[in-house]
């Protein structure tokens, strides 16, 4: 069983920039394919990003390109979200996932094995 934490959501200004981290537990971080998803209440949950396991390759959902990087550094066993240029409309909670057993990253939170409980990102207008 793999556990994820995530820190760093809060309250932000438009504009504003937050940096989102997420630790999973476990010796096989580098093995794992890592996303971040997000959902609003009454909306399903939603793709934002997602990185391969040597961190050489990314995608992102169109809403957050050029404004969300998504990173990991595998000697610390952590994943990171940094986050610009927010919007109101970036206003959600942010899951990280982790998807095991595979090398290519996927869109599709049913791909993924593991999810942390969620952070709280609110932008004020």
């Known amino acids: 069983q793999v556990q994820l934490v995530e820190s760093g959501g809060g309250l932000v200004q438009d504009g504003g920039s937050l940096r989102l981290s997420c630790a999973p537990s476990?010796?096989?971080?580098?093995?794992?394919?890592m996303g971040w998803f997000r959902q609003v209440p009454g909306k399903e949950r939603e793709f934002v990003a997602a990185i391969s396991r040597s961190g050489g390759s990314s995608d992102y959902a169109d809403s957050v390109k050029g404004r969300f990087t998504i990173s990991r550094d595998n000697a610390k066993n952590t994943v990171y979200l940094q986050m610009s240029s927010l919007k109101p409309e970036d206003t959600a909670v942010y899951y990280c996932?982790?998807?095991?057993?595979?090398?290519?990253?996927?869109?599709?939170?049913?791909?993924?094995?593991?999810w942390g409980q969620g952070t709280q990102v609110t932008v004020s207008s």
């Open positions: 996932a982790a998807r095991v057993g595979f090398y290519t990253v996927d869109v599709q939170s049913g791909q993924y094995d593991y």
């Open positions: 476990g010796r096989t971080f580098s093995t794992y394919v």
